[in-house]
């Protein structure tokens, strides 16, 4: 009988190394995406200080405008990310639209982060000022404040369904945040400048900044991406290692 519950263990614990090994095989996905990010990057750099006139009134300093656009959008669109990996979870209760929600809410976090200090530095140029209590900053902030939160809940909980469900839950909630951010210079007095990609609208960007913000928009989605799918195979790999060390005590 030992022998047998030992056998058990040992094929157990092979199967777990065997799944192991197949998630942390480095896809050809990934290398696609690493690749056509980096070409991106490398050209949307190019474009940003080379190619991009100087602005007539902010001068250089309106270059980080091309990083910190991007970043910020990327950072408000990865909760929907959270939110939809929460929904169809609770639907279906697979597991990988929770592994989803999890990489997307690190990624946004990281993306909001880079938004937020890009802004700041942008603020201190234009305003005399790193940080003020405008209307999209400060709904900025709490956005973050929500993904700081999400992560923690996550954590604190573990990797249980009652961890996916509270998540799910409050990624819903914050989601709210995000049209408020958006229509924050449109419904309140604010120092930050009018959107230059107004919905239903022409863009208000003369045409080398726009094609600039572009190519700007597309390096940092590639970026995006390839991060998603290496979270995405992290979260698989914890959660798998998890269930390992769970079959062999």
Not at 61 to 83: E, T
Not at 171 to 197: C, F, K, M
Not at 205 to 223: I, K, N, Q, S, Y
């Amino acid at each position: 009988m030992a022998l047998a519950r030992r056998e058990t263990d040992v094929e157990r614990r092979d199967a777990g190394v065997g799944k192991l090994e197949r998630v942390s095989r480095f896809p050809i996905v990934s290398t696609v995406l690493l690749a056509l990010a980096f070409t991106g990057m490398m050209i949307s750099i190019w474009m940003i200080f080379l190619y991009a006139p100087t602005d007539a009134i902010e001068g250089d300093a309106q270059r980080i405008f091309y990083f910190h656009l991007p970043s910020a959008i990327l950072g408000m669109l990865s909760l929907g990310i959270v939110a939809l990996g929460g929904i169809v979870y609770l639907w279906k209760k697979d597991e990988r639209w929770d592994w989803a929600a999890r990489a997307a809410a690190e990624l946004g976090t990281v993306f909001l982060t880079f938004a937020l200090i890009t802004g700041s530095i942008w603020g201190r140029t234009t305003w005399g000022t790193w940080w003020t209590w405008d209307a999209r900053l400060t709904t900025t902030l709490i956005l973050w404040f929500i993904y700081i939160g999400y992560l923690m809940l996550r954590s604190y909980m573990g990797r249980t369904p009652a961890s996916a469900r509270a998540g799910a839950v409050l990624a819903l909630i914050g989601l709210i945040d995000v049209p408020i951010i958006y229509e924050s210079v449109n419904w309140w007095r604010t120092l930050h400048p009018q959107s230059v990609l107004p919905i239903g609208s022409s863009p208000q960007l003369p045409p080398e900044m726009l094609l600039t913000l572009v190519v700007a928009f597309v390096a940092f989605t590639l970026l995006f991406s390839f991060l998603m799918v290496q979270l995405y195979q992290l979260e698989k790999m914890q959660t798998l290692a998890q269930r390992l060390r769970t079959s062999l005590e």
